[in-house]
């Protein structure tokens, strides 16, 4: 290449490199700086009891127990309706071709997008009052699985689809049915992807404030079966921070305790998925 | 034989599963059309034909309310991408493993910050500083960066997942030319990283679309059109977040009529999205 | 269909046979119900008691549907509301807040008017330090914005609002976000964000203080009373009267003062 061709690209590459560097440090700044604030206000109030203890004085003392059960149980019922529904549903689509696996994936696509504040909306008029459900964890969590199907679905077909061509084309040479082909072949082999899909899934699942609101409630009474309300921790964040004089430092602390059970439960996903790609067949 | 049974069953019950799936947007959009519907008799579509939104004064236009959510969406997609795009080159393309990793941990638990985090940090940090040029401070500029920052780890994690896709031989076949890497990447990255920012944005301009937390907290909730971004404004879904509770009659068949009405918005955004942007496969991790 | 959830073996555990309560409505008189809510199962341990959020409308809608037993209301019954009986638990006061580093510390009922409805375009015409006052308004709806608007003799289409907030807290980190703001919240709140050295400070009407002290001993004008709300039509169960004559005891005065209200006149 000629020489001052050269030392154009060099230019050209030393400012991409700045610009794109400079953004990055901006954009991890912004997220250092949210998360410093956090655990500043949150320092007060950090301790092991904030998991084992209820909470006393409307939240700003005491612990999180009934919270965090609550969530556990939303995020059950959501995960017990969308692991199926959408695993089945991303094998639908990988296999089929034309219209109708288009019309599905938009149809998913919308949903992804509709406001939470509508879903919510929809769960409290159908899961809450036609089904009888009122506010309860089981609303709570069904209404959630409308909005953590298409994250698992879309990223578990692509997933799916990744998956070499040659593997089951050779599973059909050797005669082995559509069926054990897919149960023992290509889901295993696609099992990073899907469980990225489900690590992406469930961090949408734990932030969702408003939706809840209105279906599993705002009840921080410990909850004794599915069918109780109960208060998520995104929740039980905002009831804090907008609703309790002097509720900031236990509405951090509660966001801090939100944040590392996100942290584990990304940090497992990664490590599952780098495992099951180095037993993966290649 | 045998084969031929579990194979009819399965395709049954993955096309049902498929159908399912697919049903669940129509239940969703029906009941709140079915909701909406009352709102065309009161207060009535010229009603919502305004450009006013007061309920308390008989006011239903649902036009500042509109240019509202498109506004924020607009401005938060061009900081989201802009920030998005620059952090997932970083940790997909441009930086070392080791660091990569590292940041690409710390992008995917940013991505799950609840809105409501952000909202309270916008407000007691960044709206006072935005407060010194544009009192008070809770504006179109405010909401979009703090939904911006929510956002943009969504885009990076996808421009950062299609960027990974690309095979490290070939990767390391470039490299051993002696391009530098930007070369390297105008040669066989270019298609990976729009796909990646294609399928990228459009996440995030949905849930910018539909976002509300942040919004409420720091976007100074005033029902107008903003005559810059230093004014407040007012979204849809943060009408029907703080009316919500307190609406009967017209006016909860008008915040019905506005649910409806987010929802064709969405719909009609994914539609633009899908024409230009084309085929979305995303390979994570 | 909870009946059938349970009886799916869905349940986390053996229900044991509890009476339920549900309380809906207001998300002031919330925090203070389930404090209450709290103490009173501890002494009947085998009733359970939820206290949902939603908005004083959605309350009063819910018990009046039967969706709950006790709504919660942050303001008066009125006309119109004759089916409703209010028994109340608290007096919430509202108070005019403004930056901390606002110079004036009193306004009379006049100036106030002014300001929100924006008649008066600058601080130093009051007074005070600083440019265009920033009026901070509540949603429409809301009972604070209500009980403001009635004391004032304003309607909510009169204020020049220059942002809009949902929430005590929320009003209160907005006025603290810069110098120009004026809002008003509860005094409870209040009182305890400046304690809490957030930025903010409360004013004095026509000479008067806000506080609890004001508040109690009725010389603070401006306030409403925190209601549990039931409907003429239907007799409450043995356990809901238990609740409601315990709520308006003195052995809640505690928690009544811990979240800055002040108990009612008995």
């Not at chain 2, 498929?18 to 709102?39: D, E, F, R, T």
């Not at chain 2, 940041?103 to 409501?116: F, K, N, T, Y």
């Not at chain 2, 007691?124 to 407060?131: A, C, F, K, N």
């Amino acid at each position: 290449m000629p020489e001052h061709r050269l030392i154009h690209w060099r230019w050209r590459s030393t400012l991409a490199n700045a610009t794109v560097f400079a953004l990055t440090a901006v954009v991890v700044a912004i997220l250092a700086w949210l998360v410093i604030d956090l655990l500043r206000s949150a320092w007060p109030r950090l301790s092991w009891n904030l998991l084992t203890e209820d909470p006393r004085r409307a939240g700003r003392a005491g612990g999180l127990a009934p919270i965090l059960v609550a969530t556990a149980g939303v995020l059950t019922v959501c995960l017990a309706v969308v692991v199926p529904l959408g695993l089945a549903t991303a094998i639908a689509l990988a296999e089929a071709r034309g219209r109708w696996a288009n019309m599905v994936r938009a149809s998913l696509d919308v949903l992804a997008g509709a406001p939470s504040i509508v879903v919510g909306l929809f769960g409290l008029l159908i899961f809450g009052d036609a089904l009888g459900l009122g506010y309860s964890l089981a609303s709570g969590g069904l209404t959630l699985a409308m909005m953590v199907l298409p994250v698992v679905v879309r990223l578990g077909e692509a997933a799916l689809r990744a998956v070499p061509a040659e593997l089951p084309a050779t599973a059909a040479a050797l005669g082995l049915s559509r069926t054990s082909c897919w149960l023992r072949l290509i889901i295993p082999t696609a099992l990073p992807g899907l469980l990225a899909a489900l690590a992406l899934g469930v961090g949408r699942a734990l932030a969702e404030t408003a939706a809840l609101l209105f279906t599993a409630g705002a009840s921080e009474r410990m909850p004794e079966s599915l069918a109780d309300p109960g208060r998520v921790l995104a929740v039980h964040i905002y009831e804090l921070a907008m609703n309790v004089a002097g509720g900031e430092a236990s509405a951090a602390a509660s966001a801090v305790v939100l944040l590392a059970i996100l942290t584990a439960s990304q940090a497992l996903g990664l490590a599952a998925i780098a495992r099951s790609r180095r037993s993966r067949p290649s | 034989m045998f084969h031929r049974r579990a194979d009819a069953l399965f395709t049954v019950v993955t096309r049902t599963a498929g159908a399912v799936s697919g049903g669940v947007l129509l239940v969703l959009a029906a009941v709140i059309a079915w909701h909406a519907l009352a709102a065309l008799g009161d207060p009535g579509l010229s009603a919502l034909l305004g450009t006013r939104w007061q309920p308390s004064s008989g006011h239903y236009g649902v036009a500042p309310l509109v240019f509202g959510t498109l506004a924020v969406a607009a401005l938060t997609l061009l900081i989201a991408v802009v920030g998005g795009a620059a952090a997932g080159l970083a940790v997909g393309w441009l930086l070392p493993a080791r660091v990569a990793t590292g940041l690409r941990l710390l992008l995917l638990i940013a991505a799950g910050i609840p809105s409501v985090v952000w909202g309270l940090w916008g407000l007691t940090t960044l709206v006072p500083l935005i407060g010194r040029w544009a009192p008070p401070g809770t504006s179109w500029l405010s909401a979009s960066l703090v939904l911006a920052a929510l956002l943009l780890p969504t885009v990076a994690v996808s421009v950062d997942s299609s960027l990974r896709a690309v095979p490290a031989s070939a990767r390391q076949a470039v490299a051993a030319t002696g391009l530098s890497p930007w070369a390297g990447l105008a040669a066989i990255g270019l298609r990976p990283l729009r796909h990646g920012l294609v399928v990228g944005s459009t996440l995030a301009l949905a849930r910018a679309l539909g976002e509300t937390m942040v919004i409420l907290l720091v976007a100074g909730n005033v029902a107008q059109f903003p005559r810059g971004l230093g004014d407040p404004l007012r979204t849809l879904t943060g009408a029907i977040a703080l009316e919500m509770g307190y609406a009967s009659g017209a006016h909860l068949a008008a915040l019905f009529a506005l649910g409806a009405i987010a929802l064709a918005v969405v719909v009609a955004i994914l539609v633009l999205a899908q024409c230009l942007g084309g085929d979305r496969e995303v390979v994570l991790a | 269909m909870r009946a059938l959830l349970l009886a799916l073996g869905l349940g986390l555990f053996l229900l044991p046979a509890a009476e339920r309560i549900t309380l809906t409505g207001s998300s002031t008189v919330a925090p203070l119900a389930a404090e209450i809510a709290r103490r009173f199962e501890a002494a009947h341990p085998d009733v359970r008691i939820d206290v949902q959020t939603g908005g004083s409308s959605r309350g009063i809608a819910d018990v009046r549907a039967g969706r709950a037993d006790i709504g919660m209301a942050s303001r008066a019954v009125r006309p119109g509301e004759e089916d409703l009986i209010a028994h109340t638990i608290a007096i919430d006061g509202v108070a005019v807040i403004v930056h901390r580093d606002q110079t004036v510390r009193d306004l009379s009922r006049e100036q106030v008017i002014g300001i929100f409805t924006g008649a008066i375009t600058a601080w130093p015409m009051v007074g005070g330090s600083g440019d265009v006052p920033l009026v901070i308004n509540k949603a429409e709806g809301r009972a604070t914005l209500e009980v403001f608007c009635d004391y004032f003799g304003l309607k909510p289409a009169h204020i020049q609002a220059r942002s809009v907030v949902g929430d005590n807290a929320h009003g209160i980190k907005t006025v603290a976000a810069h110098r120009d703001t004026i809002g008003y919240v509860s005094i409870g709140p209040a009182e305890t964000a400046v304690a809490d050295g957030v930025a903010i400070r409360m004013l004095g009407l026509d000479g008067i203080t806000p506080s609890t002290e004001t508040l109690r001993n009725g010389v603070w004008p401006v306030s409403r009373p925190l209601n549990l709300i039931i409907t003429t039509t239907t007799t409450p169960s043995p356990t809901v009267a238990a609740f409601l004559a315990f709520a308006r005891s003195p052995a809640v005065d505690d928690l009544i003062a811990d979240l800055g209200y002040v108990p009612p006149p008995r």
